[in-house]
């Protein structure tokens, strides 16, 4: 498969606010803030997100697992408190399929005009094709790793915002048919995001920065600085 990954993995504690009561002296504020539990990423939090992913089966686009999910993703960023939009299509596969994807985006602080965005695909590849045993390579991936890993940080990050919402603005980003192309064509794959990027959901959208998780799911995963980020954003 030939195609680009930028895999970096953000995680960070983020402390909670504390409001001022009336008559309480600076130093007891202080002193309750540094009592009050900071929101912390949860790896076992993360790992129930992918698991619940494989659960629904392989994302297959057209499948009933790939329509369960979107809606499952959905609820889960309104749940965490994301302004939640949809981006719906139909586009044409290598092989002259017709694909009904939808890119789903949950927005934090959306008036807010510098902005972050963190994204992950949450397809899967319909056919096992590379694998090492010739009789599977027609049955679709279970996506664990590449797919549904990095979803799984983001909805653990998208839980800590709405935890202890940091007041920038930060866009989450699921982005559809990823891993539905064919190795003689490059431009067969990512398709989502070409969309995305071509179609921007709302006027005027770019983001300053955006990190793009993928594959993080890995046992003994290493997560090195890559090349091409750091031509563009060292």
């Given at each position: 498969?030939r195609?680009?990954?930028?895999?970096?993995l953000?995680?960070?504690?983020?402390?909670?606010?504390?409001?001022?009561?009336?008559?309480?002296?600076?130093?007891?504020?202080?002193?309750?803030?540094?009592?009050?539990?900071?929101?912390?990423?949860?790896?076992?939090?993360?790992?129930?997100?992918?698991?619940?992913?494989?659960?629904?089966?392989?994302?297959?686009?057209?499948?009933?697992?790939?329509?369960?999910?979107?809606?499952?993703?959905?609820?889960?960023?309104?749940?965490?408190?994301?302004?939640?939009?949809?981006?719906?299509?139909?586009?044409?596969?290598?092989?002259?399929?017709?694909?009904?994807?939808?890119?789903?985006?949950?927005?934090?602080?959306?008036?807010?005009?510098?902005?972050?965005?963190?994204?992950?695909?949450?397809?899967?590849?319909?056919?096992?094709?590379?694998?090492?045993?010739?009789?599977?390579?027609?049955?679709?991936?279970?996506?664990?790793?590449?797919?549904?890993?990095?979803?799984?940080?983001?909805?653990?990050?998208?839980?800590?915002?709405?935890?202890?919402?940091?007041?920038?603005?930060?866009?989450?980003?699921?982005?559809?048919?990823e891993?539905?192309?064919?190795?003689?064509?490059?431009d067969?794959?990512?398709?989502?995001?070409?969309?995305?990027?071509s179609?921007?959901f709302?006027?005027?959208?770019?983001?300053?920065?955006?990190?793009?998780?993928?594959?993080?799911?890995?046992?003994?995963?290493?997560?090195?600085?890559?090349?091409?980020?750091?031509?563009?954003?060292?």
């Amino acid at each position: 498969m030939r195609k680009i990954i930028i895999s970096t993995l953000a995680a960070a504690a983020m402390l909670t606010a504390c409001g001022a009561a009336g008559g309480k002296t600076a130093g007891t504020q202080a002193a309750e803030a540094a009592d009050t539990p900071a929101a912390v990423f949860d790896a076992d939090s993360a790992y129930s997100y992918v698991e619940r992913q494989v659960k629904f089966g392989p994302r297959v686009i057209g499948s009933e697992a790939h329509r369960n999910t979107a809606a499952w993703l959905e609820a889960e960023l309104r749940r965490h408190g994301a302004e939640v939009t949809l981006q719906r299509t139909r586009l044409k596969g290598f092989d002259g399929a017709d694909l009904d994807i939808v890119n789903i985006i949950g927005q934090y602080n959306p008036q807010a005009t510098d902005r972050l965005l963190l994204l992950a695909h949450w397809d899967c590849r319909p056919w096992a094709d590379a694998d090492p045993d010739e009789s599977k390579r027609n049955i679709p991936v279970d996506g664990a790793n590449d797919g549904a890993s990095g979803v799984g940080v983001l909805l653990e990050i998208a839980r800590l915002l709405n935890a202890d919402n940091p007041g920038t603005g930060i866009d989450i980003l699921f982005v559809d048919a990823e891993d539905r192309g064919s190795h003689d064509d490059e431009d067969s794959w990512a398709l989502g995001a070409q969309y995305f990027v071509s179609h921007p959901f709302r006027e005027g959208y770019a983001p300053a920065r955006a990190i793009l998780l993928d594959m993080v799911g890995g046992r003994g995963a290493r997560f090195y600085l890559e090349g091409f980020s750091m031509q563009g954003a060292p």
